[in-house]
């Protein structure tokens, strides 16, 4: 049930991903060499097919809901919060990680990789730590620790330079 | 002379140093990965891949495969102590391997694991050294329509079997399509889709998107489990761990048996080390003398499931070095690994760089070797390492995979791609679409647009070419054979299904 919504959003970014290449589309050339097929053609056809079977998808998923609800509700839909049919649900733990990762990438221009690397690394192992098993100590030596060797690794030893 | 120059390329890879260092390190880092339940191997080479930016192709090969190797191998050891299968394709090895860990006898499974994919690992190798070259020759007479066949064969085999919905299936392999059409039209150089966004001239980097689709989600999926790891760990005795040569011998007919179907289904595309295992163990209990101790700790159950899932590792590559044609996920990173390094798999590699060739079959062989002495060695290490939680690999992964996708073109636009993908890839898992189809479209897109305009610039726009051709025909055939078959397959377990509801 926790799925379903997944499944909807899926198919709606798809979807208007979808319509939205196909408008954009035109502004690819469409010039043909003989006898061969242009620049637009494989996108348009994968594009249309995403479409076509998105709408397959999507009836053969309400289609199934509407004789699922002749019958009597599973237990698992009774008991699934109203909020978990329109948003899919994420547990609290990803969700901490994937606004963090997101903070990670923004502040990664204005303070470098060394600063954000420390940062995440030891609010994640703090924050995503049960509480009982806490301690800022850890988490910041980890955090030094693993930042400096990953930095000293990359820049270093394999010569790959990190902003 | 052939032999000659042969040999001197072998013993360049064996007398290498750094190409044994990284090969040693590789195979090292793949057991981490294949021990901690929720990391892959997969997901290993795509984080790791990054590392061998500067290395030269040798190194960065003994890195890749080791991380190959010892990722399909480490599965074992969770799989003994926890009950939970380190990587999909040991999941079979739990059915004897956890009861033997019960019964007190830990060491004995985890030696007969290591042993017995040390041996698939080995008689793989064998096969893939004598088969590839003549697969490779046989298909230098491949052109455009048969590549176009294979690539599409490889893509709907993958997207029909890898998801329980056929159509999510093939909707993951055109994501995957989607993201290959970025940047530089292959056959007329024309832009694409670039938005006036430099980044995108180039398309959308191969590594940073593999990154995305298999690290980022299985990194927030294994967030979302519970861990509750009860090791079973206190009777491990290491005097056990070794079998000696008499017992080898006695199992010798489960292991070539189990190694030969493992290496053979590995050659087929979309199938996998479970496939492999759980054919292998069903035949290792059809010929067994005593098949009703399988399932109760039977040494020949883990036999015969670690030998045919580390058979895979050379069957898989028969495609991929041959054709060019990844069959699964994990191979389809290490093509976007070996393409990195400015390698491109396929008949002419065989013939133009002989000794990149060499250097893979050498490096195979010295991956399992490594893999099955570091875990004689340091198998209390990796029984240590499933103490760890996920709480505090999960923050050290989400870096290695940032700075892995930075590290290609020091740019944080890459980085970008790996996060948004990665989150889309989630919201794909969570929605019950399959990965491995995306991966594999993402890497065999190109190859699958440019060819089939190839073949029809030659054929003069005449689509027939792909069907009159007998290779390509019988690859577009098995195709929609697949498509066919599986579609009245799940039809005909949706009525079973409705007609069960409606008796109850």
Redesign the interface.
């Given at each position: 049930m926790?799925?379903r919504a997944?499944?909807y959003?899926?198919i709606a970014?798809?979807s208007i991903c979808a319509l939205f290449?196909i408008y954009?589309a035109q502004y690819?050339?469409d010039?043909t060499?003989?006898?061969?097929?242009?620049?637009?053609t494989?996108?348009l056809i994968?594009?249309w097919?995403?479409l076509i079977?998105?709408a397959?998808?999507l009836t053969?998923m309400l289609w199934k809901k509407k004789r699922a609800k002749k019958g009597v509700p599973s237990e698992e839909e009774a008991q699934t919060k109203r909020i978990w049919r329109i948003i899919?649900?994420?547990?609290r733990?990803?969700l901490l990680?994937?606004l963090m990762?997101?903070l990670?990438?923004i502040l990664?221009?204005y303070l470098g990789?060394l600063v954000v690397?420390f940062l995440?690394?030891a609010g994640?192992?703090l924050f995503?730590?049960?509480a009982e098993k806490r301690s800022v100590w850890r988490s910041l030596v980890?955090a030094g620790v693993?930042?400096g060797v990953?930095y000293l690794?990359?820049v270093y030893v394999?010569?790959?330079?990190?902003? | 002379m052939e032999t000659a120059s042969s040999f001197s390329m072998v013993m360049q890879v064996l007398t290498d140093p750094v190409a044994l260092l990284w090969t040693f390190v590789g195979t090292f880092m793949g057991l981490v990965f294949g021990s901690l339940p929720g990391l892959t191997a997969t997901m290993g080479i795509a984080l790791l891949v990054p590392i061998t930016y500067s290395f030269s192709p040798i190194h960065a090969l003994g890195m890749m495969l080791g991380v190959y190797v010892g990722g399909i191998a480490g599965g074992a050891v969770s799989a003994v102590l926890l009950n939970i299968p380190g990587t999909p394709s040991a999941v079979v090895t739990t059915l004897d391997g956890y009861p033997m860990a019960q019964q007190g006898r830990a060491a004995k499974a985890l030696g007969w694991a290591a042993t017995a994919s040390f041996f698939g690992g080995f008689i793989s190798w064998l096969i893939l050294a004598t088969l590839a070259p003549q697969v490779a020759k046989f298909a230098l007479s491949f052109g455009p329509p048969e590549y176009a066949a294979l690539a599409l064969f490889g893509l709907m085999i993958i997207a029909t079997v890898s998801g329980k919905s056929l159509i999510k299936g093939i909707i993951a392999g055109l994501i995957g399509v989607w993201l290959s059409l970025f940047g530089v039209d292959p056959i007329m150089g024309d832009f694409r889709f670039t938005f006036g966004n430099v980044n995108l001239m180039s398309g959308i980097a191969t590594m940073p998107a593999l990154i995305g689709f298999y690290a980022i989600p299985q990194i927030l999926q294994s967030l979302s489990e519970e861990e509750t790891r009860e090791l079973h760990t206190t009777t491990l005795n290491l005097s056990d761990f070794i079998p000696s040569l008499k017992e080898v011998w006695r199992h010798k007919i489960n292991v070539i048996r189990s190694s030969i179907i493992g290496t053979l289904i590995g050659i087929i595309p979309a199938t996998g080390g479970n496939i492999a295992s759980f054919i292998a163990y069903d035949q290792a209990k059809r010929f067994s003398k005593n098949p009703e101790e399988f399932g109760k700790g039977s040494p020949d159950g883990v036999i015969a499931s670690e030998a045919a899932n580390n058979g895979i590792t050379g069957g898989a590559m028969i495609p991929l070095l041959t054709l060019g044609i990844p069959g699964d996920s994990v191979t389809a990173v290490l093509l976007g690994g070996l393409m990195i390094h400015g390698l491109q798999p396929g008949p002419q590699l065989f013939s133009k760089q002989p000794e990149i060739i060499l250097g893979i079959f050498t490096t195979l062989l010295i991956a399992n070797i490594f893999m099955w002495l570091i875990q004689l060695v340091g198998i209390k290490f990796f029984v240590r390492i499933l103490k760890v939680p996920n709480y505090f690999l999960a923050p050290m992964l989400v870096i290695l995979a940032m700075v892995g996708s930075f590290a290609l073109r020091n740019n944080l636009f890459d980085v970008w791609i790996t996060l948004l993908l990665g989150l889309f890839g989630y919201l794909m898992a969570l929605a019950g679409f399959p990965t491995a189809p995306t991966v594999l479209g993402l890497v065999l897109g190109p190859m699958l647009e440019s060819e089939i305009r190839r073949s029809l610039i030659l054929s003069g726009g005449d689509w027939r070419v792909f069907f009159v051709r007998p290779i390509s025909g019988l690859f577009i055939g098995l195709s929609l054979l697949i498509v066919l078959t599986v579609a009245v397959k799940s039809y005909k377990q949706r009525k079973k299904a409705e007609e069960a509801a409606v008796t109850i």
């Open positions: 926790k799925s997944a499944e959003w899926v970014i798809l290449f954009q690819v050339s010039l060499l003989p006898g061969g097929i242009g620049p637009r494989f996108p994968t594009f097919s995403i079977l998105n397959c998808l053969l899919p649900y994420i547990p733990r990803s990680v994937i990762c997101l990670l990438v990664w221009r990789f690397s995440f690394v994640a192992s995503l730590v049960p980890l693993y930042t990953i690794l990359f394999f010569k790959i330079p990190l902003a | -």
